[in-house]
């Protein structure tokens, strides 16, 4: 019975291992691949490509612009407006533009220096351990998942941004630590995803702009050139490329004037009893 005992422990013990040496070069496995994409030069690659999104933003507005009067033009033409509303509208339009090329870097760089030189909170290392393997593994799973290149394409940058985010919490205004108090903890943690957006601020209006563009020449050439529409989704996102940046500004500002009155009301107790 002894004999029989230790082969059967001896089996046991030789599967665990093989199980452990398994998951130990699974574990390996992601750790390098998240060092090949964290430890490379491209691991700040999201501040080098906002500063070349903020170079080239006017331009796209610029663009954006004249594709709005351009699209004013044919349709007032083709309506067969008035000359002096056509040219009040187009004298409004040139305003408008010369107006949102004048706030668009400022509005901008206004939301993203809300986290510069900005650590004033601490997030545990693991949380962030966790975001670089759901982010890599995510990203994985789509290569596999059948959709749409492009759905893929999207999902993937999100996943490797989520992933470059995690590495470099400085870039969110976090710094990789443990929090003083619980509740500290759970208020960063409620707080990272607006963090996470203001970012990536610039990118979201570099793809608000891009997706204007795209939608209202889409409009305007399955209507044949004559489409209120794309005339509308051109304006639209010429003032939203302002007021977006402001909303974002002072919804950043009340998350945190509220994260304030959480800190206050925690600490309370404590400063009752000293």
Avoid at 112 to 136: F, Y
Avoid at 195 to 213: E, Q
Wanted: glycine residues 6%; proline residues 4%; hydrophobic residues 55%.
């Amino acid at each position: 019975m002894s004999e029989t005992n230790m082969n059967v422990e001896n089996s046991g013990s030789g599967i665990e291992a093989k199980i452990t040496g398994i998951f130990d070069k699974m574990n390996s496995c992601i750790d390098k691949t998240l060092g090949f994409i964290v430890d490379h030069p491209w691991a700040n690659w999201l501040k080098v490509g906002e500063k070349y999104v903020l170079r080239y933003l006017p331009l796209a507005v610029a663009f954006l612009g004249a594709l709005t009067v351009l699209s004013t033009i044919i349709v007032a033409c083709r309506a067969d407006l008035g000359f002096g509303t056509v040219l009040k509208g187009l004298l409004g339009l040139v305003v408008l533009v010369a107006f949102v090329l004048y706030l668009l870097p400022k509005t901008t760089t206004l939301v993203t220096s809300l986290l510069d030189n900005r650590e004033d909170e601490a997030i545990r290392p693991q949380v962030l351990g966790v975001m670089k393997t759901v982010g890599l593994v995510f990203a994985a799973s789509l290569l596999f998942s059948g959709c749409d290149f492009v759905q893929v394409l999207v999902v993937l940058v999100v996943s490797l941004v989520l992933v470059v985010l995690a590495a470099n919490p400085k870039i969110m205004g976090v710094k990789a630590d443990c929090p003083p108090n619980y509740s500290e903890e759970l208020i960063t943690l409620c707080l990272l995803p607006y963090k996470v957006f203001v970012a990536l601020f610039t990118y979201v209006i570099a793809g608000l702009v891009i997706g204007g563009v795209v939608i209202g020449l889409t409009e305007l050439f399955e209507s044949e050139f004559y489409s209120i529409e794309a005339v509308e989704t051109f304006t639209g996102t010429l003032v939203l490329t302002v007021v977006l940046p402001l909303i974002a500004y002072f919804i950043y500002l009340f998350v945190n004037f509220f994260a304030e009155i959480v800190r206050a009301i925690v600490s309370l107790p404590k400063k009752l009893d000293k």
